[in-house]
């Protein structure tokens, strides 16, 4: 017998409780559907890295695989490339899009996380930066490789080992639609802008898209790196990524099909469309 979405919900909510041991014993009878969406999604962003039960993962893939249905994934079938957006002739006009939406709902490659130098996703509840949203999305499946991965690095470059700016690594998707995500450590601006952080950025969107070419990705979904939490004015930030994309499609235009600036904020789109409709 198949269950509602609310049942899934529900069995879900009490085996996160179950394998945490500081909100066990959390009450929540009470909650309406949305309070239990946020507890469910409060408690897989808390829980530190580390193996969990085939029932908690099977439950847990159920609830994520009803939720992108509910909310739609977006094949690139359905984007438009710049040709047709705004008319541009730039011979690579075919093979660049913007799009304003939700980037775990794209059906990608692969879509672009903007992480820290933990590399392990976003630990507060229900937090908006981009890297939560990923990891939520994705399932505890993707915190787990990226520890595996980190700890990697750390017995093999020191336990103190944080991911550099700039660099690009790849995991799986697995519940989001995309088949991977490439995790890159963009530039924090604590002050005043200046050439090593843009050559940082630079680096960032770079590294993403020789991922690609190295295994054979043929269409990524780029965020908006460094723009949110890590203060690079947007403006700029816009005027690399365009940049550093048309440069590499000149050079390996025939390595991607697609490649997506995802924003989420009505400026952001602004700013893109501004900088496209001159290519």
């Not at 103190?160 to 995790?183: Q, R, W």
Request: net charge negative; with cysteine; charged share 25%.
């Amino acid at each position: 017998m198949n269950r509602n979405p609310g049942d899934k919900a529900d069995i879900l909510l009490e085996k996160l409780k179950e394998d945490s041991e500081e909100y066990k014993y959390l009450e929540t009878d009470g909650y309406s559907p949305g309070e239990k969406k946020n507890a469910i999604r409060s408690l897989m962003n808390i829980r530190m890295p580390g193996k969990f039960s085939d029932e908690l993962r099977h439950l847990q893939d159920n609830y994520l695989q009803d939720e992108l249905e509910a909310k739609g994934a977006v094949s690139l079938a359905d984007i438009p490339a710049i040709r047709e957006q705004y008319g541009s002739t730039a011979s690579f006009a075919g093979k660049i899009s913007l799009w304003q939406g939700d980037i775990t709902r794209l059906k990608a490659g692969a879509i672009v996380n903007a992480a820290n130098s933990q590399m392990l996703g976003c630990f507060v509840p229900c937090h908006r930066c981009i890297d939560n949203a990923i990891h939520s999305a994705a399932g505890m499946q993707l915190r787990e490789e990226c520890h595996q991965i980190m700890s990697g690095r750390r017995m093999k470059y020191g336990r103190k080992y944080e991911e550099p700016t700039g660099t690009a690594t790849l995991t799986k998707g697995y519940n989001l639609p995309c088949d991977y995500v490439i995790h890159t450590v963009g530039p924090i601006v604590y002050g005043s802008l200046n050439d090593a952080l843009c050559e940082d950025l630079r680096n960032c969107y770079e590294n993403v898209l020789r991922c690609c070419m190295e295994n054979h990705i043929r269409s990524v979904a780029f965020c908006c790196i460094s723009t949110g939490e890590f203060h690079f004015p947007n403006e700029k930030a816009a005027e690399i990524a365009c940049e550093t994309v048309a440069d590499f499609l000149k050079r390996y235009g025939e390595s991607m099909e697609r490649i997506v600036f995802n924003v989420f904020k009505d400026s952001d789109r602004v700013i893109y469309e501004k900088i496209l409709s001159r290519f």
